[in-house]
């Protein structure tokens, strides 16, 4: 549900360059094992040409398509007549988290016979999809259980308004009225925005029900004592993490400019899409967004905390101006600043909400290709929004009384001391993870964030410290069933997936698997720079080192001023390393040192490189920074723990470090 993906055997993409070859493989792997007729396949994809000729492109493209797939290319059986794709080696999986509409998106656009062909598809597909989820919301009782039946209903069908009732009914009987109301609100833009028409006399009437407190919960499942009035309190919060919601920007006249309204509601409509690949973030739709907005614009444009907003019951609002200078194809300027709406630091802008700027940021692009410049600015601005927001988060966790911590105030708490790598406040914040995990066991998040912890509890040499002590060998287990699980419990969050990645590549030195999880990861949410990182470590431990530059270069370019901006230094050095550009590594060495000194595997990668070019003093200063962070690191050890999987990478490090001075044990 989405792009066509191909993975070979080693982890790496088997997809053929062009998009004709890859809707044959496309084709081909949702009839497999059955064939497909030539006939039928020319007709798909060479519906303007003759039969001779459209026979001819397909034997053009099936060579492309055997030439990409290479030692897999077995897998297709070419007869007279037919073409199928089956053999033993071979996986057809189709994403089930993905929305129908998605299936196979990028092959739009090839040929009028094929976007029917695929239209037809997934018209099919969301057809069975939302009578599953009508039986499954159907089915549940418990007003948990029906919410998160009618939200998975909603994102099939966003206009089903037997989900938007089942959503709000669902909230009053657990107690959030202001929900309820604000699920009725979002019904209301959908169906406006969507169709272009009002809520069904039926969802109006239960709205005005549920505001009159006409309809009672079931005394049996929970007793719930409703405010005064329906706006008069703020509902009980129990998320796994925060709400969001981005305004359209502000146009601002730059002398010149075009009309910039299209512009200020497509990108914040794509800052929005980004953003909601993070799992731990919940947006709430553009248009519901816009119309509190306007009407706050019109009836208080000074305060811009009237009823309408306090419904939406936002955590964060991202807003901001849009200007152009030199015209329709002249340079635009996008500034953005995130506020926190629990705090009153700042004043109000045009009908927002005042709140604390927590991040602000800046981008300019030429007005060339208006889409990509909606790419662009929406992947860098939630790039760098993501790991402010989770600093500023995990602040406010920390000022909450520790005996009521939740699972999710537990895990923000941690994440600083993982970056920090004091020792004493990691180990700390590892605890604080197992108790996470035992408090909610059903939170991926938690087992993600607990991996990660033993990832840096193995890497720094703290296993003998831990609580209990754990062998190497332990806690490399440990962090893969921790992994494993997260990925489990949450198989569509891209974190978890990236971070089950570098276990494997990492711990297990099993880089075919890891690239696996990270090109999910990736898919799931490319602007997620941890993922562009640990594919390029991934990539760099089996030797594709231009590769893996080009990837940890990406996340950087994501979020330049991350907070966490060292450790993707630290893992650029590692392929720069194994290249030879010593000079290069010693550069961002010094350079992550400064901005954390207690990471060790940037003294390690740093010491080897040094030993190269023959800096016999700036080595023992560095070996003796190395040696306060794991006494007795010596040869022996690097070599028993390698990551890399080519002997000439192994022998390259090793001997660096030899030339530096560490001793063999």
């Given amino acids: 549900m989405g792009p066509v993906a191909a993975i070979g055997a080693d982890g790496c993409s088997v997809l053929p360059r062009g998009r004709k070859a890859r809707a044959l493989l496309a084709l081909l792997a949702q009839a ?43 897998l297709l059986a070419a007869e007279r007549h037919d073409i199928a794709l089956r053999g033993a080696g071979l996986t057809v999986w189709l994403d089930p988290q993905g929305h129908p509409a998605r299936l196979m998106e990028d092959l739009a656009g090839i040929d009028p016979a094929l976007d029917r062909h695929l239209g ?33 209903l909603l994102v099939l069908e966003p206009t089903h308004e037997g989900g938007w009732r089942a959503a709000m009914q669902a909230h009053a009987e657990a107690g959030s009225p202001c929900e309820a109301q604000a699920a009725y609100d979002r ?32 005394a049996a499942r929970q007793a719930v004592a409703w405010p005064a009035a329906w706006t008069s309190v703020r509902p009980a919060r129990n998320r796994l993490g925060v709400r ?9 006249s730059s002398g010149g400019g075009d009309d910039l309204g299209g512009l200020s509601l497509g990108l914040a409509d794509e800052i929005t899409t980004a953003l909601a690949r993070f799992r731990w973030l919940f947006l709430i739709a553009s248009p519901s967004i816009a119309a509190v907005a306007g009407a706050a614009r019109t009836t208080e444009p000074n305060r811009g905390a009237g009823p309408g907003w306090r419904e939406l019951d936002l955590d964060f609002l991202l807003d901001g101006t849009i200007q152009q200078a030199g015209g329709r194809h002249g340079r635009v300027r996008v500034s953005l600043r995130l506020l926190d709406l629990r705090s009153e630091a700042s004043p109000a ?52 009384p520790a005996s009521s911590a939740t699972a999710y105030d537990l895990v923000l708490r941690a994440i600083p001391a993982l970056y920090q790598l004091e020792e004493a406040e990691f180990l700390a914040a590892g605890r604080a993870l197992e108790r996470a995990v035992a408090l909610d066991p059903a939170y991926a998040a938690a087992h993600a964030w607990l991996a990660y912890w033993h990832i840096f509890l193995v890497g720094q040499g703290w296993t003998a410290s831990a609580d209990p002590p754990l062998t ?31 276990v494997r590549a990492f711990l297990h030195r099993d880089t075919a698997g890891a690239m696996a999880l990270h090109a999910r990861a990736l898919a799931l949410n490319p602007n997620l720079p941890l993922a562009w990182a640990f594919s390029g470590l991934a990539l760099c ?23 966490n901006a060292f450790y993707y230094d630290t893992s650029l050095m590692v392929p720069h390393l194994v290249l030879g550009h010593f000079a290069q590594v010693v550069e961002l060495g010094r350079r992550v040192a400064a901005l954390n000194p207690s990471l060790s595997s940037t003294f390690k990668v740093l010491l080897s490189a040094l030993g190269h070019l023959g800096a016999a003093d700036e080595a023992a200063q560095v070996r003796a920074r190395l040696y306060r962070l794991e006494p007795g690191y010596s040869l022996t050890q690097a070599a028993a723990h390698t990551t890399f999987l080519r002997p000439e990478d192994n022998t390259l490090f090793l001997e660096g470090l030899r030339l530096a001075g560490l001793p063999r044990s």
């Fill in 349 to 400: 802008m045009g009908g927002a909400p005042a709140g604390e700027v927590v991040w602000s940021g800046r981008f300019e692009r030429d007005a060339d290709d208006l889409l990509t410049l909606q790419d662009e600015i929406a992947a860098e601005a939630v790039a760098q929004i993501d790991p402010e927001l989770m600093q500023h988060e995990s602040r406010r966790a920390g000022l909450r």
């Fill in 120 to 152: 037809e598809r997934r018209r099919d597909r969301l057809r069975g999809a939302t009578a599953r989820a009508e039986a499954v919301l159907a089915a549940r009782t418990q007003p948990a259980e029906r919410l998160a039946a009618a939200e998975a």
């Fill in 187 to 218: 019904c209301v833009a959908t169906l406006a925005g969507t169709l272009g028409m009002p809520p069904s006399a039926e969802t109006q009437a239960l709205a005005a029900a549920l505001r009159r407190h006409e309809i009672e919960p079931d």
């Fill in 541 to 563: 431990y089996r030797g594709d080192h231009a590769a893996a530059v080009a990837r940890i270069e990406q996340a950087r370019r994501l979020s330049p001023f991350d907070p």
């Fill in 472 to 502: 190497r060998d332990a806690a490399m287990a440990r962090a893969g069933a921790l992994a494993e699980r997260a990925v489990r419990l949450d198989p569509a969050d891209a974190r978890a997936l990236t971070v089950a990645g570098h």
């Fill in 244 to 252: 969001v919601g981005v305004m359209p920007l502000r146009a601002l």
């Fill in 32 to 74: 497999s094992p059955e064939p497909l007729r030539r006939a039928r396949l020319t007709a798909l994809l060479w519906s303007g040409r003759g039969e001779e000729q459209g026979r001819a492109s397909l034997r053009q493209c099936l060579h492309e398509l055997a030439t990409a797939l290479g030692p897999a290319a077995d």
